[in-house]
C-alpha cells in the first residue's frame, strides 16, 4: 500500500514531444478570451492547459505545427514576440524569488559571507554575477563543486536586488526558495541556450 508521501508526482505531457514531464519543468499555456496563447507561468490562470517543454526549438515547431490550434480545438493566435513574453516572464519570475528570499531573510551574498553559508552546509543554490571573475567563481566554489550554480544577471543587476552597486556571488540558503529559483533557471536556459 502506498503512503500519501510515496504518491508519484503528477506529470504533464509535451504537446509536440509527447513526453512526460513535472509541471515545474515545463511550461504552461493557456488561450485568452480574444483566442491569444499565453504563457501562464504561474500555472494560475484559467483555462486548460497546453503544455510544452522548456525548450526554444520545441516552441518554434509547437508554433509551425500549428500545434496550440490543434490542441484547443479552434483557431488561437500566437504572438510574434512569444519567445521574449517567456523570457522576461521567467526573469521576472527569479527576480521576484530573489526579492522574496531577501525578504525572508533566505539569501546572503558577499564573497566571504557565502563561503561562510557553505561551510555551514545551508546553501541550496549560488547565484553568481555573469560578469564576475572567473577565477573568484571558481575559488567560492572549491570543496562545493556539487551545489547548483545560476548566472544570468550582471553583477549591477544582482546589486540592485541588494541596494547595492555590484554583487557578484549570493547564496539562497536550503529550502523552498532555492528550488523554485533553480526550477525558473533551469527552464530560462532552454529558452535562451
Same mark, same amino acid.
Given at each position: 500500500?502506498?503512503?500519501?508521501?510515496?504518491?508519484?508526482?503528477?506529470?504533464?505531457?509535451?504537446?509536440?514531444?509527447?513526453?512526460?514531464?513535472?509541471?515545474?519543468?515545463?511550461?504552461?499555456?493557456?488561450?485568452?478570451?480574444?483566442?491569444?496563447?499565453?504563457?501562464?507561468?504561474?500555472?494560475?490562470?484559467?483555462?486548460?492547459?497546453?503544455? =510544452? *517543454?522548456? %525548450?526554444?526549438?520545441?516552441?518554434?515547431?509547437?508554433?509551425?505545427?500549428?500545434?496550440?490550434?490543434?490542441?484547443?480545438?479552434?483557431?488561437?493566435?500566437?504572438?510574434?514576440?512569444?519567445?521574449?513574453?517567456?523570457?522576461?516572464?521567467?526573469?521576472?519570475?527569479?527576480?521576484?524569488?530573489?526579492?522574496?528570499?531577501?525578504?525572508?531573510? *533566505?539569501?546572503? +551574498?558577499?564573497?566571504?559571507?557565502?563561503?561562510?553559508?557553505?561551510?555551514?552546509? /545551508?546553501?541550496?543554490?549560488?547565484? *553568481?554575477?555573469?560578469?564576475?571573475?572567473?577565477?573568484?567563481?571558481?575559488?567560492?566554489?572549491?570543496?562545493?563543486? %556539487?551545489?547548483?550554480?545560476?548566472?544570468?544577471?550582471?553583477?549591477?543587476? =544582482?546589486?540592485?536586488?541588494?541596494?547595492?552597486? +555590484?554583487?557578484?556571488?549570493?547564496?539562497?540558503?536550503?529550502?523552498?526558495?532555492?528550488?523554485?529559483? =533553480? /526550477?525558473?533557471?533551469?527552464?530560462?536556459?532552454?529558452?535562451? %541556450?
Amino acid at each position: 500500500m502506498m503512503k500519501k508521501s510515496e504518491a508519484p508526482k503528477e506529470q504533464r505531457c509535451c504537446l509536440v514531444t509527447r513526453e512526460k514531464g513535472r509541471p515545474e519543468d515545463l511550461i504552461r499555456f493557456v488561450v485568452s478570451p480574444d483566442e491569444m496563447v499565453v504563457p501562464d507561468l504561474t500555472e494560475r490562470l484559467p483555462g486548460r492547459g497546453m503544455w =510544452l *517543454q522548456a %525548450n526554444q526549438s520545441v516552441l518554434h515547431t509547437a508554433i509551425q505545427r500549428r500545434m496550440f490550434s490543434k490542441a484547443a480545438q479552434c483557431q488561437v493566435k500566437v504572438p510574434d514576440n512569444l519567445l521574449s513574453i517567456i523570457i522576461d516572464g521567467l526573469k521576472f519570475r527569479i527576480k521576484d524569488g530573489l526579492g522574496l528570499a531577501r525578504r525572508a531573510g *533566505q539569501i546572503t +551574498y558577499g564573497f566571504v559571507k557565502v563561503r561562510e553559508k557553505i561551510s555551514q552546509n /545551508n546553501v541550496g543554490l549560488i547565484i *553568481q554575477a555573469t560578469d564576475g571573475s572567473e577565477d573568484e567563481k571558481k575559488r567560492l566554489l572549491s570543496g562545493a563543486k %556539487n551545489l547548483p550554480v545560476v548566472a544570468i544577471f550582471t553583477g549591477e543587476e =544582482l546589486g540592485k536586488f541588494f541596494g547595492r552597486d +555590484y554583487v557578484v556571488h549570493a547564496a539562497i540558503h536550503t529550502g523552498s526558495f532555492a528550488g523554485r529559483i =533553480l /526550477n525558473d533557471s533551469k527552464r530560462l536556459a532552454g529558452f535562451i %541556450n
